[in-house]
């Protein structure tokens, strides 16, 4: 990454740093690529913000992301968490240097007791043609995961994940399309 992108992941990253009261680390690896994200809680409020970022060392195409989801500020239901929202994605890729995109979807995780520490959690933003820009006619983020409860604050995963670009002319690329080990740490 040169000095500007560099200096976009700073900003981004402290976006989600502000007077929220915890939060989570997200981090993934494949043999060729990298993702880390960080979310953050809101104070008193179901709202959640998160910044991100993706790198393909095979490509070299990139992804930062921006996103907001709304979830059940109670947590009533500890077993099964989900949000609703809106996820930016600023995109660079071997078709196009720099696009944006604001993708609409949600998160969901579902960790029961009965199934002793073992859980399930996937996340999909689209961002159509309406909400693409630039040489971008729509974008699809996806991750599907199977987690294990390592720590009451950490669990390790296996998963894939997906971020797509379609631009004019039919033409897609993958930021990035693999499958993955990782880890995300609540604090």
């Known amino acids: 990454m040169n000095i500007k992108k560099a200096i976009v992941a700073a900003v981004a990253a402290s976006v989600a740093g502000g007077s929220f009261a915890g939060g989570a680390v997200d981090f993934s690896l494949s043999n060729t690529s990298v993702r880390l994200e960080h979310d953050a809680v809101l104070v008193g409020t179901g709202a959640h913000f998160s910044t991100g970022v993706l790198y393909s060392e095979e490509t070299g195409n990139w992804s930062l992301s921006v996103g907001f989801n709304a979830v059940d ?6 077993e099964l968490i989900g949000g609703v929202g809106f996820k930016g994605q600023m995109l660079s890729t071997e078709v196009s240097d720099f696009d944006v995109a604001l993708g609409v979807g949600g998160f969901l995780r579902w960790q029961p007791d009965f199934m002793n520490g ?3 959690e996937g ?3 689209i961002a159509p043609s309406i909400l693409s820009f630039g040489d971008l006619t729509e974008v699809y983020d996806g991750v599907a995961r199977i987690s294990y409860k390592v720590l009451p604050q950490a669990r390790a995963f296996v998963g894939y994940h997906i971020v797509r670009g379609t631009y004019v ?3 897609y690329d993958d930021v ?3 499958f993955h080990l990782g880890f995300r740490i609540t604090y």
């Open 176 to 178: 990035d399309s693999t």
């Open 169 to 171: 002319a039919d033409a």
């Open 118 to 120: 073992l859980g399930v």
């Open 73 to 78: 500020a109670t947590m009533a239901n500890k």
């Open 123 to 125: 996340q999909a933003y």
